[in-house]
């Protein structure tokens, strides 16, 4: 059993916590959002009451936050993670942020003692909640090594993607992927709606041929072909557009950074962009489909 804080009880962390709970870790745990806190003290969780209090006496420092920005600032100042860990605990950061942000934070640790790993996760809501997540780990081998226990406990694969920053640059780059190919099945059904094919009959034959993706037979954007993916319940999230947006965004600042040329990731970014505009942000990432068939 690991002594953990944890920061950031939302709709990723708040199961992520309940998993560790679970596995018999002792969590200390802080969220701006009270009933996220009640919620997982009712776990078995013990409240924090400030950030400092959540980084005292413990062996591990876990935070799922929205943005670089936030990690930045929960980490730094003489409130924060780093100026009130002590020496040698091991930062756990899952949220998903600059590639540039996540080296800044691991050498603000180092620097005063302090182990640091990025660990993006994939796996969405239902994985998160499942425990069957996947965390791309950037960090050095032995920190690595810390931090896989208690990554088993919120996910089963556990991947070492290489020094701090090569976890953030797995997880945008795989996201990059995903919103393409989201997009790419999403026009195929389209089309084939337009020529007259049954959706049932695209997958049967796609899905077994050269188009099959996870996009396709792990989360279809049409009802019909996968009963579990977000289209059989009119499109709640998942993973919701505004996150995947995120992500595109994530990558052509990358892109842009490293001199990498990804014209499909910009237009995925562009789609996505429009789509979320329309007021739909908070909808699966997957009913990009409505928009490509003109329902908006």
């Known amino acids: 059993m690991a002594k953990i804080g944890f920061i950031g009880l939302g709709n990723m962390g708040g199961p992520m916590a309940a998993n560790l709970i679970k596995a018999g870790h002792a969590l200390k745990v802080f969220d701006l959002s009270e009933a996220a806190v009640g919620k997982a003290v009712e776990a078995g969780a013990t409240k ?20 670089g920005k936030h990690v930045l600032s929960v980490y730094d100042g003489p409130d924060g993670v780093i100026a009130n860990a002590k020496a040698g605990t091991l930062l ?24 640091a790993v990025d660990a993006p ?79 049932q009959k695209l997958f049967d034959i796609s899905s077994k041929a050269s188009g099959q993706c996870w996009s396709l037979t792990s989360y279809c ?7 579990t993916s977000p289209a059989n319940r009119d499109y709640q999230p998942g993973f919701a557009v505004d996150m995947m947006l995120k992500d595109l965004k994530l990558a052509q600042q990358a892109a842009a950074s490293a001199g990498a ?8 970014e562009s789609l996505y962009a429009l789509y979320s505009n329309g007021g739909n942000g908070g909808m699966d990432f997957s009913a990009i489909v409505k928009m490509l068939d003109g329902d908006k």
Do not use: W, Y
């Not at 950030?51 to 943005?67: G, Q, S, Y």
């Not at 942020?97 to 182990?115: H, M, N, P, S, Y």
């Open 221 to 227: 954007p049409v009802p019909g072909p996968v009963p």
């Open 48 to 67: 924090a009451t400030t950030v400092a209090d959540a980084a005292k006496d413990v062996e591990f420092v876990v935070t799922v936050l929205p943005a």
């Open 261 to 268: 040329t990804t014209p499909m990731g910009a237009l995925a």
């Open 92 to 115: 756990i950061d899952s949220s998903t942020i600059e590639v540039d942000a996540a080296r800044k934070a691991a050498e603000q640790a180092k620097a005063k003692g302090l182990g």
């Open 121 to 199: 996760i994939s796996g969405g809501v239902a994985g998160a909640t499942a425990g069957t997540l996947t965390f791309m780990v950037g960090g050095d081998d032995g920190d690595f090594d810390r931090a896989k226990p208690v990554l088993e406990g919120m996910g089963s694969n556990i991947i070492h993607a290489g020094t701090s920053g090569a976890g953030q640059a797995a997880k945008i780059c795989n996201n990059m992927v995903l919103g393409v190919s989201m997009i790419a099945v999403s026009e195929a059904f389209m089309l084939a709606k337009r020529l007259g094919l049954d959706a």
